[in-house]
Nanobody, 118 residues
Framework: QVQLVESGGGLVQPGGSLRLSCAAS????????MGWYRQAPGKPRELVAV???????NCADSVKGRFTISRDNAKNTVYLQMNSLKPEDTAVYYC????????????WGQGTQVTVSS
């Protein structure tokens, strides 16, 4: 059974940094598009950043220049480096995996809370 386990969330002051990790199991990781999404209270889930199986990346305008997504296929892990954090980045962050051969299959992690506050 596919499992995505996020870690690295927590409380950080504005301007600080965090690195989120998402470890995947029971998938051919290199054949998955990986992404990070977030959901703040009362708001819909939104895309933060994605990285294709080939390593191409894209991210939301709101985090460009501050967040970086990367992957280590040898470790079956995707990362989200978050710098210059703002209070509006506060949300539950979810890891997502989509296989390259299917447009309908989606796997989600359980989420990790990120709180940016002084």
């Amino acid at each position: 059974q596919v499992q995505l386990v996020e870690s690295g969330g927590g409380l950080v002051q504005p301007g600080g940094s965090l690195r989120l990790s998402c470890a995947a199991s029971d998938i051919i990781f290199r054949r998955y598009k990986m992404g990070w999404y977030r959901q703040a209270p009362g708001k819909p889930r939104e895309l933060v950043a994605v990285i294709t199986s080939g390593g191409d990346t894209n991210c939301a305008d709101s985090v460009k220049g501050r967040f970086t997504i990367s992957r280590d296929n040898a470790k079956n892990t995707v990362y989200l480096q978050m710098n210059s954090l703002k209070p509006e980045d506060t949300a539950v962050y979810y890891c997502n995996a989509k296989p390259v051969w299917s447009i309908s299959t989606n796997y989600w992690g359980q989420g990790t809370q990120v709180t940016v506050s002084s």
